[in-house]
């Protein structure tokens, strides 16, 4: 089971740091990413990173603004968030990437969390 926290209310240009943490050891096993869902919107691939933390893909719409990292001691991924803009405002979830390819497609993940809400005020 996966769950993040560490959302909530960011002001724009601002940081937030969302972990994902795993119940079990898991995490540390796979490859894993994160996925944003805006209101009204569909949801879309935001970064992943490899089960080592040696390779990471990110989308373009927040590249060299976020971070993706890894914990695997604490079974926990992060995501820095940086220059946050208001477009940023979206429910955020962390899932497994079931091939280890860091895939942009949501159907390559599971054991998704319940997700943070971040909001980023103008």
């Known amino acids: 089971q996966l769950e993040e926290s560490g959302g909530g209310w960011g002001q724009a240009g601002g940081p937030l740091r969302p972990p994902c943490v795993a119940s079990k050891r898991t995490l540390s096993q796979n490859a894993m990413g994160w996925f944003r869902q805006a209101q009204g919107k569909e949801g879309e691939f935001v970064a992943a990173?490899?089960?080592?933390?040696?390779?990471?893909r990110y989308a373009d719409t927040v590249k060299g603004r976020c971070t993706i990292s890894r914990d695997n001691a604490k079974n926990t991924v992060y995501l820095q968030m940086n220059s946050l803009q208001p477009e940023d405002t979206a429910v955020y979830f962390c899932?497994?990437?079931?091939?280890?390819?860091?895939?942009?497609?949501?159907?390559?993940?599971?054991?998704w969390g319940q997700g943070t809400q971040v909001t980023v005020s103008s």
């Open positions: 899932a497994r990437d079931l091939r280890g390819l860091l895939t942009m497609g949501s159907g390559d993940y599971d054991y």
């Open positions: 990173i490899s089960r080592d933390g040696s390779t990471t």
